[in-house]
C-alpha cells in the first residue's frame, strides 16, 4: 500500500469512527496522528476527514445525484468512501482525478467493502464525467434548503442565521464561516459535584 493508500485508509477509519460513535473531532484528529508516521500521510489524512466533516451535506446532496441505491440505503462505509472520492474530485485540485477514483475502489476492495467497488467507480466517474448533472435548490424560492446544501450547513442552523440578515449579506457570510472554521466537535467535562 502506498503512502497516500495509508492516510486515506486512515482516514476512513477515523469517518467511521465517527459514523459510530460522533468522536469529538480533536480525538479523531490524535487517533490520526498516532496511526500516522509521516508528517504529509497526517496533513492529508486530516485534509480527507475535515473536509468530509465539513461538506458533508454538499457530498450527499452529490451521490444522490449518481448513486442507487440512495443516499440512506448505502452502507456507512461505503458511503463514507464515496464522500472522500467525491471530496477529492470536487474540492481537492492536487488529487488527480483518476487517482481519487482509484484509490477509493482500492479502498473499498482492502477494507469490506469489495462487494460495493463496482458502485462506487461508476458514482465516482460518473460524477467527474458529468458535475453539472448535480443540481441545488433554486436559492430564489427554496433559500434555506439551497443554503443548507451548498454550504453544508443545518437547515435549523440557516433558519435561525437567516431572518436576522437578509439573503444578500446571509450566502457571502456563510461562506466565509466555512472556509475559516474547521469543523470542531468536542466532549465539555462535566461540572464536578460540590
Not at 477529492?88 to 487517482?99: G, K, L, S, Y
Not at 462506487?120 to 430564489?140: E, K
Request: proline fraction near 8%; charge should be positive.
Amino acid at each position: 500500500m502506498g503512502r497516500e493508500d495509508q492516510a486515506r485508509a486512515a482516514a476512513l477509519h477515523a469517518l467511521d469512527t465517527w459514523e459510530q460513535h460522533r468522536s469529538p473531532t480533536d480525538e479523531l484528529i490524535a487517533e490520526l496522528d498516532a496511526a500516522l508516521t509521516d508528517d504529509r500521510d497526517r496533513r492529508f489524512a486530516r485534509q480527507l476527514v475535515l473536509g468530509t466533516l465539513r461538506w458533508r451535506l454538499r457530498l450527499d446532496w452529490i451521490i444522490g445525484h449518481f448513486s442507487r441505491p440512495s443516499v440512506a440505503e448505502l452502507e456507512p462505509r461505503v458511503l463514507n468512501i464515496l464522500r472522500l472520492g467525491i471530496l477529492q474530485i470536487h474540492f481537492m485540485d492536487r488529487v488527480p482525478e483518476r487517482a481519487a477514483i482509484h484509490t477509493c475502489v482500492e479502498l473499498a476492495k482492502r477494507h469490506g467493502a469489495r462487494a460495493a467497488s463496482g458502485l462506487i467507480n461508476a458514482v465516482l466517474r460518473s460524477f467527474q464525467r458529468q458535475p453539472n448533472r448535480v443540481r441545488f435548490p433554486d436559492p430564489t424560492s427554496d433559500t434555506v434548503r439551497y443554503l443548507s446544501l451548498y454550504y453544508s450547513h443545518p437547515e435549523w442552523l440557516v433558519e435561525r442565521w437567516r431572518p436576522r440578515r437578509g439573503y444578500q449579506y446571509f450566502r457571502p457570510l456563510i461562506f466565509y464561516k466555512k472556509k475559516h472554521n474547521p469543523p470542531t466537535l468536542r466532549r465539555h467535562p462535566h461540572p464536578s459535584p460540590s
